[in-house]
C-alpha cells in the first residue's frame, strides 16, 4: 500500500506540473474567448464513451475467460476492469495493472495459468492492433517525427521494447520448456537455507507456465470465434478511447480533424510503453503537445490536454479506487462469512 502510495503521489506530481507548464506556455488572450464557445455535452459525450469502453474490455475479458472453460458476469469483469485502472494509471508502462486482473480472475474461480493466459491474451490482441496500424499513424506523422529528434528517439525505443515483449511471449508459446528451464536457474542464486520453499515456488510456477502454454494454444486452436469476437471489442475499445481527444476538441469548438487525432493516439499509445515515469506522467503530456500542435490553434491547446488527462487519467485513478475498496470490502465480507 505504501508502494502505491508513493508511485501515486510521483504520479500525480508530474502530470499536474506538466499540465501547469503546458498552461503557462499556451494560454493567452484568445483563450478566453476560446472557453465561452465551450460546448459541455460534447464533454458529457466523451465521459460516457470512456465507461462505455470499459464495459467493452469488460465483455473481452468475459469472452477470453469463457472460451477457456471459465464462468464469468460481463458486471464482474469490467469490475475487475475498472479496479485495474489505478494500479495502471501509477505504475511505469501501465504494467501493474495486469497483476490485479490476474489476482482478480483467480480469485473467481479461474486458474493463475488460465487468468495469466487471459490478460495476456488481451495485451496480444492489442499489440496486433497497434503493430497494424503504427506504420500509417508513423506515415501520417513522418514530418512531425524527422523534425523532433527527441519523440522520434522515444518512439524508436518503444518501438523495440514493444517487439521485445512481443517475441518472448511469442517464443514461450513455442517453447515453454526453455523458459521453465530459466527460471529453475533463480535456485543457482538463492542461499541454501531456503531451498524447500524455493523449490516449491519453482514448481509451481512451472506448472503455470505449462497451463499459461496450454491456454494460448487453445485461444488459437479452439477458440477461435471467441479470439474473433475478443478482436472486435478490441478495436471497438481503442476507437471508443481514440475518439475521446476528438470529442473534447469538439467541445473547445475545435476541428478534431479525425484521422489525425486517431492516428496520434497510436503513436501514443506505443510512446507509453517506454517504463519511464508512474503512468507515463509527462510523457504523455509532452508526446501529445508535440503530436497536436499541428492541428490543433496553441490556445486551446493546454485546455485541451488538461481535460483529456482528467477524463482519462484522474477519472481512472478515481473511480479505479473507489471499485478497488469495493472489491476490497467484498472480500474481506465474503472470508468473514466463511470462518463464521
Given at each position: 500500500m505504501d508502494r502505491l502510495k508513493k508511485w501515486l503521489t510521483i504520479g500525480l506530481a508530474i502530470s499536474i506540473i506538466s499540465a501547469l507548464l503546458i498552461l503557462i506556455f499556451t494560454v493567452d488572450s484568445e483563450t478566453a474567448n476560446s472557453l465561452r464557445q465551450i460546448q459541455p455535452i460534447y464533454l458529457f459525450i466523451a465521459i460516457c464513451v470512456h465507461v462505455l469502453s470499459w464495459f467493452v474490455w469488460g465483455l473481452r475479458m468475459k469472452l477470453l475467460t469463457e472460451s477457456l472453460g471459465g464462468k464469468i458476469s460481463l458486471w464482474r469483469s469490467t469490475e475487475i476492469v475498472i479496479s485495474n485502472l489505478l494500479a495502471a494509471a501509477v505504475t511505469p508502462s501501465h504494467a501493474g495493472g495486469e497483476p490485479v486482473r490476474i489476482h482478480l480472475l483467480s480469485r473467481n474461480g479461474i486458474t493463475i495459468g488460465d487468468a495469466t493466459a487471459v490478460v495476456f491474451g488481451e495485451r496480444l490482441l492489442d499489440a496486433l492492433l497497434l503493430g497494424l496500424a503504427a506504420p500509417i499513424a508513423l506515415f501520417v506523422f513522418k514530418d512531425v517525427m524527422?523534425?523532433?529528434l527527441p519523440l522520434s528517439i522515444t518512439f524508436a525505443l518503444a518501438g523495440v521494447l514493444f517487439c521485445a515483449v512481443f517475441g518472448f511471449t511469442a517464443y514461450a508459446m513455442y517453447r515453454p520448456d526453455d523458459v521453465k528451464s530459466w527460471v529453475s536457474r533463480i535456485?543457482?542464486?538463492?542461499?541454501?537455507?531456503?531451498?524447500?520453499?524455493?523449490d516449491h515456488i519453482i514448481e509451481r510456477v512451472n506448472d503455470e507456465i505449462d497451463h499459461f502454454h496450454d491456454s494460448l494454444w487453445t485461444f488459437i486452436q479452439e477458440g477461435r470465434v471467441a479470439l474473433s469476437l475478443a478482436m472486435v471489442c478490441t478495436v471497438a475499445f481503442w476507437l471508443l478511447e481514440f475518439m475521446i481527444p476528438s470529442l473534447i476538441l469538439l467541445g473547445l469548438g475545435a476541428n478534431p480533424i479525425w484521422m489525425f487525432s486517431i492516428m496520434a493516439q497510436f503513436v501514443l499509445m506505443i510512446i507509453i510503453m517506454l517504463p519511464l515515469t508512474p503512468g507515463s506522467s509527462g510523457l504523455v503530456e509532452l508526446g501529445i503537445i508535440t503530436l497536436y500542435t499541428t492541428f490543433v490553434i496553441s490556445s486551446i491547446l493546454g485546455i485541451f490536454v488538461v481535460a483529456w488527462r482528467a477524463m482519462t487519467y484522474y477519472l481512472n485513478i478515481v473511480v479505479?479506487?473507489?471499485?478497488?475498496?469495493?472489491?476490497?470490502?467484498?472480500?474481506?465480507?465474503i472470508e468473514s462469512s466463511l470462518e463464521s
Amino acid at each position: 500500500m505504501d508502494r502505491l502510495k508513493k508511485w501515486l503521489t510521483i504520479g500525480l506530481a508530474i502530470s499536474i506540473i506538466s499540465a501547469l507548464l503546458i498552461l503557462i506556455f499556451t494560454v493567452d488572450s484568445e483563450t478566453a474567448n476560446s472557453l465561452r464557445q465551450i460546448q459541455p455535452i460534447y464533454l458529457f459525450i466523451a465521459i460516457c464513451v470512456h465507461v462505455l469502453s470499459w464495459f467493452v474490455w469488460g465483455l473481452r475479458m468475459k469472452l477470453l475467460t469463457e472460451s477457456l472453460g471459465g464462468k464469468i458476469s460481463l458486471w464482474r469483469s469490467t469490475e475487475i476492469v475498472i479496479s485495474n485502472l489505478l494500479a495502471a494509471a501509477v505504475t511505469p508502462s501501465h504494467a501493474g495493472g495486469e497483476p490485479v486482473r490476474i489476482h482478480l480472475l483467480s480469485r473467481n474461480g479461474i486458474t493463475i495459468g488460465d487468468a495469466t493466459a487471459v490478460v495476456f491474451g488481451e495485451r496480444l490482441l492489442d499489440a496486433l492492433l497497434l503493430g497494424l496500424a503504427a506504420p500509417i499513424a508513423l506515415f501520417v506523422f513522418k514530418d512531425v517525427m524527422r523534425h523532433n529528434l527527441p519523440l522520434s528517439i522515444t518512439f524508436a525505443l518503444a518501438g523495440v521494447l514493444f517487439c521485445a515483449v512481443f517475441g518472448f511471449t511469442a517464443y514461450a508459446m513455442y517453447r515453454p520448456d526453455d523458459v521453465k528451464s530459466w527460471v529453475s536457474r533463480i535456485k543457482a542464486i538463492i542461499p541454501k537455507f531456503t531451498s524447500k520453499s524455493v523449490d516449491h515456488i519453482i514448481e509451481r510456477v512451472n506448472d503455470e507456465i505449462d497451463h499459461f502454454h496450454d491456454s494460448l494454444w487453445t485461444f488459437i486452436q479452439e477458440g477461435r470465434v471467441a479470439l474473433s469476437l475478443a478482436m472486435v471489442c478490441t478495436v471497438a475499445f481503442w476507437l471508443l478511447e481514440f475518439m475521446i481527444p476528438s470529442l473534447i476538441l469538439l467541445g473547445l469548438g475545435a476541428n478534431p480533424i479525425w484521422m489525425f487525432s486517431i492516428m496520434a493516439q497510436f503513436v501514443l499509445m506505443i510512446i507509453i510503453m517506454l517504463p519511464l515515469t508512474p503512468g507515463s506522467s509527462g510523457l504523455v503530456e509532452l508526446g501529445i503537445i508535440t503530436l497536436y500542435t499541428t492541428f490543433v490553434i496553441s490556445s486551446i491547446l493546454g485546455i485541451f490536454v488538461v481535460a483529456w488527462r482528467a477524463m482519462t487519467y484522474y477519472l481512472n485513478i478515481v473511480v479505479g479506487g473507489i471499485i478497488s475498496l469495493k472489491i476490497l470490502r467484498d472480500t474481506r465480507l465474503i472470508e468473514s462469512s466463511l470462518e463464521s
